[in-house]
Every structure is written in structure tokens, then in C-alpha cells.
T-cell receptor
Framework: DAGVIQSPRHEVTEMGQEVTLRCKPI?????LFWYRQTMMRGLELLIY??????IDDSGMPEDRFSAKMPNASFSTLKIQPSEPRDSAVYFC????WGSGNTIYFGEGSWLTVV | GNSVTQMEGPVTLSEEAFLTINCTYT??????LFWYVQYPGEGLQLLLK?????DKGSNKGFEATYRKETTSFHLEKGSVQVSDSAVYFC?????????????FGQGTTLQVKP
């Protein structure tokens, strides 16, 4: 079975450019999470969706970040404009809604903003 | 809110040594608890979980027992291998309710030398 699929795996972009990260969750999962991982801050939850609806976006760092989930099989995380401090690994993860259910992670999108 | 405290790394062991990574948490009630592992260049993946108090989760020779009296979920392995070198995350739920969100701490880096 396919796991969580993310693209691009690696991206290098210049400061000020728009970055769009994409995610396809595991089929049948109804919760989707976007995390950011850095050495300094560890793994941070940015936003999560249930049944395509954003439930909690309190982790989104600022207005430059936005996330959408237009349907059950696709989500995007957009940064506009990008800044060097946005350099990190961004993980998408999915699960079945509910406590005790395993969260499955994608391989991550490694973003470098220069 | 809920929180997790994990022993700091890096932990450096020789092959076949005994491993313990301590984890304590605060949470409402008796939620499911998880250990995730992240190998270099990859996303997090579930290592094991325990869904209720006094349960023992196990996988790949790793074990952790859900101890409600000490609110701990320490990870152990009797004989580590070089291939176990990775970052390990203890993950209790993030908040109360049934959302399935998890808290991930800074993680503990394990280095196993041949």
C-alpha cells in the first residue's frame, strides 16, 4: 500500500519566492497533519485537518504560511514570500481520526531558502 | 496542556549493549502512548504503542510499558544493533479529547558503534 506521498522531496529557492509543498495522504484516512522539523525547535505541528476541514492552525507561524485541503486525497502548504528562516523539513502525516490511532508520516520535503 | 519529557541525547552505545531511553509525560486520563523512530533522511515511523495503562508495546526487540503510577513510558532494548542508530521520539497525546494529535519532543539520538 502506498504511504503518505510528499512532493517535492528537496527544494532550494531564493528568498521572496513562493513555495508550494504537496501531500497525498493514505487512502481512507480522514485526518491530515503538517509538521515542521528543525534542529532548534524540533518537530512542530503547524496545522491539522479532519475531513478536509482545518481544525487547528494555531501552529502556523505567520500569515506567510497557508494550507489547504481541497479534497480527501490532496493538501498543500504554501509559503509566500519565503524567508531563510523557513528552511526546514516539512512533513505531512495522516491518520484515522481518534485517540490511539497511528499517525503515518511522509518522507518529508527538505526546503532550503537562500 | 499535556507535555512530554524525554532524556537528552545523544546516547552512544556499543553493539549488543542494553538500551533505556526514559520518557515521562503529563496527560489527562490514560491515553494511548507511542514511540516513533526516525532514521536518517526519513520521516517518522511508528515503533510501538500501548493503548491502556499497564500495557506493554513491543516491536523489533524494543519494549515499553505504560506505567500510570509513574506516568512513564520508558523504551528498552536488550541488545542494540548498529542499524538501531536513529532518533527516537516519545509521543503522548497533544491535549485532551479524541483528536489523535500527538506531542513530539526533541527526540533522543541513539548512536550504536560496532
Amino acid at each position: 500500500d502506498a504511504g503518505v506521498i510528499q512532493s517535492p522531496r528537496h527544494e532550494v529557492t531564493e528568498m521572496g519566492q513562493e513555495v508550494t509543498l504537496r501531500c497525498k495522504p493514505i487512502s481512507g484516512h480522514n485526518s491530515l497533519f503538517w509538521y515542521r522539523q528543525t534542529m532548534m525547535r524540533g518537530l512542530e505541528l503547524l496545522i491539522y485537518f479532519n475531513n478536509n476541514v482545518p481544525i487547528d492552525d494555531s501552529g502556523m507561524p505567520e500569515d506567510r504560511f497557508s494550507a489547504k485541503m481541497p479534497n480527501a486525497s490532496f493538501s498543500t502548504l504554501k509559503i509566500q514570500p519565503s524567508e531563510p528562516r523557513d528552511s526546514a523539513v516539512y512533513f505531512c502525516a495522516s491518520s484515522l481520526w481518534g485517540s490511539g490511532n497511528t499517525i503515518y508520516f511522509g518522507e518529508g520535503s527538505w526546503l532550503t531558502v537562500v | 496542556g499535556n507535555s512530554v519529557t524525554q532524556m537528552e541525547g545523544p546516547v552512544t552505545l556499543s553493539e549488543e549493549a542494553f538500551l533505556t531511553i526514559n520518557c515521562t509525560y503529563t496527560a489527562t486520563g490514560y491515553p494511548s502512548l507511542f514511540w516513533y523512530v526516525q532514521y536518517p533522511g526519513e520521516g517518522l515511523q511508528l515503533l510501538l504503542k500501548a493503548t491502556k495503562a499497564d500495557d506493554k508495546g513491543s516491536n523489533k526487540g524494543f519494549e515499553a510499558t505504560y506505567r500510570k503510577e509513574t506516568t512513564s513510558f520508558h523504551l528498552e532494548k536488550g541488545s542494540v544493533q548498529v542499524s538501531d542508530s536513529a532518533v527516537y521520539f516519545c509521543a503522548p497525546p497533544n491535549g485532551s479529547g479524541n483528536t489523535g494529535k500527538l506531542i513530539f519532543g526533541q527526540g533522543t539520538t541513539l548512536q550504536v558503534k560496532p
